[in-house]
């Protein structure tokens, strides 16, 4: 009987440099196709339902912005045909990167629905936005939350007798209704005021800076950028650091003649739910009619 040869070291390295080339196509693949992003199976992000929504990722126009977006731009009511891009907790450099690694392509316009917080650095966010992935992150280990509670939730199904899978039909993103408790409001108010009355100018530098490179980007990528600064409730004190924000901002964008719309003092108390976000029945239908000439212009 003939022996086997040994593995030489030659071989152990080419088995290794196969399996590794493996590992990185289905690593690329995967994150190219974003199994956990577009499927039904694991609740979505507002980058995520967006894409679900319009169901592709490329646009003409969109309005970007933080919630006070998502709750002022009623997309199905406006004649403009820019596509409603607000996300939760977003910032400038959000907005950046999804242009510049992919994750969306607008071809015609882009509107920046502006407050303070956009530029905010230190502001928590949504974790389970892709770009927060690390570069030698694996998919499956960034994922690995939505992952778990997927599959326990369906094995907890299973076992009740359930044999389906259980997955997440809605693609909605969270709206505000009527208006918030006197009691509420001022408790709110305090809280922000504790929060970010003491701020400094150098915790929005980055996101200051990141509107250069999205001007420049859509220089380049010939997309025309406009920025409206977003309604704010007429009971809300804003700190100083916000105007030292605000005009900051704005000298950016008046170097670069982008043109700016300011909607800060447009609407009463009764169209807010809160601080800063419009209710739905009220204050989203005025800003919806009020920014479409606008829009369309």
């Not at 003939?2 to 493996?22: D, E, G, R, Y």
């Not at 679900?52 to 919630?67: K, L, M, P, V, W």
């Not at 770009?131 to 992150?137: I, L, N, S």
């Not at 389906?164 to 006197?182: I, P, Q």
Request: with cysteine.
């Amino acid at each position: 009987m003939k022996k086997k040869s040994p593995v030489t070291a030659k071989q152990s390295i080419a088995f290794l440099v196969i399996l590794a080339l493996m590992l990185i196509t289905l690593e690329r693949f995967v994150l190219a196709t974003n199994p956990v992003g577009n499927s039904n199976l694991f609740s979505r992000n507002d980058h995520e339902t967006t894409i679900a929504i319009h169901q592709t990722t490329e646009f003409d126009r969109i309005i970007f912005g933080s919630s006070p977006v998502v709750a002022a731009f009623r997309e199905a009511d406006s004649t403009s045909g820019y596509a409603e891009f607000g996300l939760v907790l977003a910032k400038i450099t959000y907005l950046v990167t999804m242009l510049e690694r992919g994750y969306i392509t607008v071809n015609e316009d882009i509107v920046l629905g502006l407050n303070a917080s956009v530029f905010m650095d230190t502001l928590d966010t949504d974790a389970r936005y892709i770009w927060h992935r690390r570069a030698f992150e694996p998919y499956v280990y960034f994922y690995r939350d939505r992952l778990n509670t997927a599959l326990v939730r369906n094995l907890d199904h299973f076992l009740q007798g359930n044999f389906y899978l259980r997955r997440h039909f809605d693609l909605e993103k969270w709206l505000y209704f009527g208006n918030m408790s006197d009691e509420a409001f001022d408790a709110l108010l305090a809280s922000h005021i504790e929060r970010f009355w003491d701020m400094d100018i150098s915790e929005f530098s980055e996101n200051l800076a990141a509107l250069e490179r999205l001007i420049a980007f859509c220089e380049a990528n010939n997309i025309r950028l406009r920025a409206v600064w977003m309604p704010i409730n007429p009971l809300a004190h804003t700190p100083e650091i916000f105007d030292r924000v605000t005009e900051e901002a704005n000298r950016i964008l008046e170097a670069h003649g982008i043109e700016i719309k300011d909607m800060t003092d447009a609407f009463p108390r009764e169209y807010f739910y809160d601080l800063g976000h419009l209710n739905f029945e009220l204050g989203a239908i005025a800003f919806t009619r009020e920014i479409d000439p606008w829009l369309k212009s």
